[in-house]
């Protein structure tokens, strides 16, 4: 009978790690859960030398290493998740399964990590481990989801859960990417416009302006010198390289910890926008702790997992406090409420699935309210910027209309004079 070695969580929360004898995975799994401990990973102890020689041998990996592949497309990623799911509740095996949809997938990285992981799990690694090694295709949350499921014997399932986690993401990135494309589109071509005006337009009136020889009101010479130093001193470059200047600063500062923080902050803080990333971050939160939970996976360990997967460090720092604080023995509403990154209906409704035993349930139902108010408030900031966006072009553009038309009463009535 093979040894399997364990790495579990007991009721307080503190690390086990031992080894015990079964005939399976899924008997190990059932025998460490006799024991009132909550298994996070297990591995045959003394794999063949076949699986050795996969993981520490050929692939064309840096430094000799293992090959690896890169990130792979979202949207594929969840189709072969939820086609996965289909196969394996039909009764295929995995390499089998594995191998079907590897080869109904296009020449790319999926198709290569799919070949890859099919390999290892023939070689005797589980399908958890042989994703592990490729982190950039099958991220954290995605692996510990599949280990969760092979634990438990309910790998179908859970492949099943995580596409709907995947769909319902990817649904709220579309809807608040695809509601940003026209206020941003405007603004470029506005941007875009008001330099060829400063550049090309404007200096034809200054040529005018300067054959007449009078005098300029203060606004005019101003705009006059403002588009000579669009024009001669690469002023043009400045303003059109400007938000990628901007994005480029904000990208550098958070490559540090506490550059990173400070952004994240400050995103918080912007109005409208700071309400719709907040939300976005807690929806996302919630979900990714509802779909852990509802996979059998710890607490402790699905609260590790969701602070990495946060997408900004005040959330994440939020739960880790939280983490602290059930270690300790609190509940899982009270640290949050303190850390104060949550509205008071997410953590009451958190309380109440705590005191009802349905935590899960209760997070997705946070998560699908938190969608679509964030869906509402997304919609709510494109109708505001239209006529935002109008407004502040009509402004500028009558701006320029208005500083080159001032002089020419005046200089009509010296050419009036002169004749």
């Known amino acids: 009978m093979p040894t399997y070695q364990y790495e579990a969580m007991n009721n307080s929360g503190q690390p086990v790690k031992d080894k015990l004898d079964a005939g399976s995975p899924e008997e190990a799994a059932t025998k460490i859960r006799a024991l009132g401990l909550f298994p996070t990973k297990l591995k045959q102890a003394g794999k063949p030398p076949k699986a050795a020689a996969k993981q520490s041998g050929g692939g064309g990996g840096s430094g000799g290493g293992r090959r690896t592949v890169g990130r792979v497309n979202k949207k594929l990623l969840t189709q072969f998740t939820r086609q996965l799911s289909t196969l ?52 954290k949350l995605y692996t510990n989801m599949i280990r969760a499921g092979e634990l438990g014997g309910v790998l179908d399932l859970v492949l099943d859960r995580l596409a709907d986690f995947m769909e319902k993401s990817q649904a709220l990135k579309r809807k608040v990417i695809g509601a940003m494309v026209y206020p941003i ?7 875009i416009i008001v330099t060829l005006l400063l550049a090309f337009i404007v200096p034809k ?87 852990l939970l509802a996979a059998g996976v710890p607490i402790l360990e699905a609260l590790n997992i969701t602070s990495e997967t946060s997408g900004n460090t005040v959330i994440s720092g939020a739960l880790n406090d939280v983490h602290d604080g059930i270690r300790e023995g609190e509940s899982f509403a009270e640290p949050l409420r303190q850390a104060r990154v949550a509205d008071p209906m997410v953590t009451n409704m958190i309380d109440v699935g705590e005191e009802t035993g349905e935590l899960d349930k209760m997070l997705v139902k946070v998560a699908d309210t938190y969608d679509e108010e964030v869906d509402s408030l997304v919609n709510s900031l494109a109708s505001l910027l239209e006529p935002v966006m109008v407004i502040t072009l009509g402004v500028i553009v009558g701006f320029i209309v208005i500083a080159l038309f001032i002089p020419l009463p005046k200089m009509l009535e010296t050419v009036q004079q002169q004749q």
């Open 205 to 291: 009136f200054d040529k005018i302006f300067k054959s007449m020889g009078s005098e300029l009101p203060g606004i005019t010479q101003a705009l006059v010198d403002f588009s000579m130093w669009v024009k001669d001193d690469f002023g043009w470059a400045v303003i059109l390289g400007s938000p990628f200047l901007i994005w480029f600063i904000f990208r550098l500062i958070k490559t540090t910890p506490g550059g990173r923080q400070f952004v994240d902050r400050l995103k918080l803080r912007v109005p409208i926008i700071g309400r719709i990333i907040s939300k976005q971050a807690i929806a996302r939160f919630t979900r990714t702790m509802g779909t």
């Open 185 to 191: 589109a405007v603004i470029s071509f506005a941007l």
């Open 88 to 139: 394996i509740d039909a009764g295929l095996p995995i390499v089998r399964s594995l191998r079907i949809l590897e080869q109904q997938q296009k020449p790319g990285m999926l198709r290569v990590g799919l070949r890859l992981v099919a390999e290892d799990v023939e070689a005797g690694s589980t399908l958890s481990e042989a994703m592990e090694r490729h982190p950039k295709a099958f991220d």
